[in-house]
């Protein structure tokens, strides 16, 4: 092989960047990045889209640096666990710094998607100001805005194609926000509001709406009643994906059979959600959302919907006493038997049985999904008294596609034995109340080739897994543990042995020594570990220490 | 045992239990027995908060902060793992709703009737009359008379709705069947 053959002249730039279209994941562009340093020059010239999945992974000066023709952004901050009040609320994943310099390097975004992040309103101003084409604001499980930021992305983002606000706190100060989207602006494709708990105007609505005539997918809140959204219908006969707040149907049954008939007349209409209580069953729902359903309720629909590809069940009374609802293990086995094109399912429960788990796993080899949460921890086998080791194991030997699982009930170290060995794909493992010591967490962190986020909660896992597979920490994304049995010490060893990792401990206690002064031995509260290229952040909270 | 004071409803019988690894939790209220009822239940009075304050931090006892949930016992924080918005968004709107499931013989899914938006029988069995599917009836439409609407009271015995004066009726029904 002589020296000096230069790939990239056998073509002109334009070229191998049309072919690196064609590369369909991030990581095989970074591959190709590699090869030679025009491919390297003009892979980073055409890459548009960036998905930054720990915000404090990289500086966002460095990422913008890295790729400076970026058009569409998304990033994530706090850990998962946060939807879930376990992180202090003041731990960081703030937007600002990332706006910032997303405004000074990608002056042509036009689209940005944030989860988990505080999100203030400057921020919203600064993108509603800085980005001239900006098509696609998208906020999940964000906070720290109102509407009166809603209000400046409405009047000066022009050409905006969606807005969707999913499950966001957002607090309401400016009752009128949506009139500021100009009587020029037609642009909108969807619009999610349904995480809004203010009043909307509903015929400021009802005249955006009719203006745009491209509007797929509208999901609206509380305050639009059922009168008012039979117009709204009549306006945008087009829709494919309706959402409805969380409006009673009682209130005035004798309209919901006008109600129906207006959604009759969207033809295109596929998907439907919100609170129904007897949804119109000639339309294919992929997604929709049953109030107060039960084990029969799930067999009737295993028998009718057989194109169900997501179930998510959700517990009506969480932390009531353990009320006579009849949703067992039995629903969820149904489905599996009857929903061949099922690959996600989140089931909350309060009894399970290894012999159900078998029967499912055999039903859904497809499952890429699988989120089991029985209410009560350490729940065991209801029948055989048995710790379900053998019905999850199924569960992994089984779904070779599943990416995401999440277990819960009596679990002792066989179930992460079999965890590590068989699921081979897994990129996310959620654990809680689960183990008997050190080998279950030993078992995931040695196996799990693709593991990408654990987070793992009240569980006897200690020190030396993590020290034995401190280099697998660098191949994931982020590890949290919170209630377990790590000590500060191990914490310190790791963050000498990797400089990585961030290794956050946090406690929020606040009281005897500060935590560099503890000894080795002392147990650490909540663990949040990350890799990243940008060093220790410098927003900490006082309950959170990095250690280096 | 020593007296021990905790702020709960009187009924919850949560016995108060850090959860060290393995072991098991407390077990959930169960409904109260006639004799707790006409009994001497102990009313709890304290939340043991943290026990920091001894300054006991060597053990592997597991230190939940505590939170209290609807109904005043006590909970683990962040489980069950239900998202905070969501919990929200159950609470239909910022009034107090008195929900109650409804299900009627031969349907599969059940409904769910908030009781606070009625004002008297007529008007629930109008609501109910409207949820439920039509029974055709020799040919005719059945209107809210047709149905026969039972509630289950403290006892497990099945009572007809429309016996005891509707506000009275409203604090009490917890569970409704429509035949």
Not at chain 1, 91 to 109: C, D, K, N, S, Y
Not at chain 1, 477 to 506: D, F, H, Y
Request: aromatic letters at 8%; hydrophobic letters at 40%.
């Amino acid at each position: 092989m002589v020296g000096g053959f230069r790939w990239a002249a056998m073509f002109p730039d334009e070229v191998w960047e049309h072919v690196f279209s064609f590369l369909p994941a991030d990581a095989d562009r970074n591959a190709a990045a590699l090869v030679c340093r025009a491919w390297y020059r003009i892979e980073q010239r055409s890459r548009w889209r960036v998905f930054v999945g720990n915000c404090y992974a990289v500086e966002p000066a460095a990422a913008v640096r890295r790729f400076p023709e970026v058009r569409a952004a998304a990033i994530k901050g706090k850990p998962h666990f946060a939807d879930f009040n376990l992180v202090p609320s003041d731990w960081g994943g703030g937007a600002e710094a990332w706006v910032e310099a997303m405004a000074e390097g990608w002056p042509h975004l036009e689209e940005l998607r944030l989860k988990r992040m505080v999100v203030s309103d400057d921020c919203l101003e600064l993108i509603a100001r800085c980005f001239k084409n900006f098509k696609v604001l998208s906020l999940v499980s964000c906070e720290g805005f109102s509407t009166a930021g809603l209000a400046a992305i409405a009047a000066n983002c022009r050409n905006l194609r969606e807005l969707n606000l999913h499950e966001n706190e957002v607090e309401d100060n400016c009752l009128h926000w949506m009139s500021h989207f100009p009587e020029s602006f037609t642009s909108l494709v969807t619009l999610n509001i349904a995480c809004l708990e203010g009043e909307v105007n509903v015929y400021v609505l009802e005249r955006l709406i009719g203006r745009c005539p491209n509007l797929k997918t509208l999901r609206l809140n509380h305050s639009v009643p059922i009168q008012r959204l039979v117009g709204l219908l009549h306006r945008a006969p087009q829709l494919v994906d309706l959402g409805t707040g969380k409006f009673a149907a009682q209130h005035h049954p004798e309209l919901f059979s006008t109600l129906e008939s207006a959604i009759a007349g969207c033809k295109n209409l596929k998907s439907l959600s919100g609170f129904w209580e007897a949804g119109p069953t000639y339309l294919p729902a992929i997604y929709s959302v049953m109030d107060l359903i039960e084990d029969d309720g799930l067999i009737a629909v295993a028998a009718s919907c057989k194109l169900l590809q997501e179930l998510r069940v959700f517990p009506s009374d969480p932390y009531g006493a353990a009320q006579p609802i009849s949703l067992t293990e039995h629903g969820l086995v149904a489905i599996s038997a009857g929903c061949p094109m099922l690959h996600s399912v989140l089931y909350f429960c309060r009894q399970m049985t290894n012999s159900a788990l078998l029967t499912v796993a055999k039903n859904c080899p497809n499952f890429t999904c699988f989120r089991l949460c029985i209410m009560e921890p350490h729940t065991p086998d209801y029948i055989t008294r048995q710790p379900l080791d053998a019905g999850f194991s199924a569960i992994v030997e089984s779904c070779k596609h599943l990416r995401r699982l999440s277990l819960s009930g009596l679990l002792t170290d066989l179930v992460f034995k079999s965890i590590g060995a068989s699921a081979n794909c897994l990129e996310m493992l959620s654990v809680a109340f689960a183990g008997d010591g050190d080998a279950g967490l030993h078992y995931i962190l040695s196996g799990c080739k693709n593991l990408r986020k654990l987070e793992i909660r009240d569980c006897p896992f200690g020190d030396q897994p993590l020290l034995d597979n401190a280099a697998k920490l660098e191949t994931m994304r982020s590890l949290w543990m919170s209630s377990c049995s790590v000590t500060l010490g191990a914490c310190r060893q790791l963050a000498r042995k990797m400089p990585l990792l961030n290794v956050e401990v946090i406690n929020e206690r606040k009281r005897g020594l500060p935590l560099e002064l503890q000894p080795d031995n002392c147990p650490v509260e909540k663990l949040y570990i990350y890799r990243t290229v940008a060093g220790p952040r410098s927003d900490t909270p006082s309950c959170v220490w990095i250690l280096r | 045992m020593e007296l021990e004071l905790g702020l709960a409803l009187p009924g919850s019988d949560r016995t108060p239990e850090l959860g060290v690894h393995g072991e098991k939790r407390a077990s959930l209220c169960r409904k109260r027995g006639v004799d707790e009822m006409l009994g001497k239940a102990t009313l709890p009075l304290f939340i043991r908060k943290d026990n920091d304050e001894d300054g006991d931090d060597d053990s592997r006892q597991s230190k939940h902060l505590q939170e209290l949930n609807f109904s005043g016992s006590r909970v683990l924080v962040g489980w069950p793992p239900v998202k905070m918005w969501r919990r929200k968004s159950d609470d239909c709107g910022r009034r107090r709703a008195n929900c109650v499931k409804v299900n009627m013989e031969g349907v599969a899914i059940g409904r769910k009737v908030d009781l606070c938006l009625h004002d008297s029988y007529q008007a629930l069995f109008l609501t109910l009359g409207q949820m439920f599917p039509k029974k055709q009836h020799d040919g005719e439409e059945s209107d809210a008379a047709y149905y026969k609407v039972t509630y289950e009271d403290e006892d497990g015995d099945w009572m007809l709705v429309g016996d005891v004066p509707w506000e009275l009726s409203v604090l009490k029904h917890k569970h409704k069947k429509a035949k």
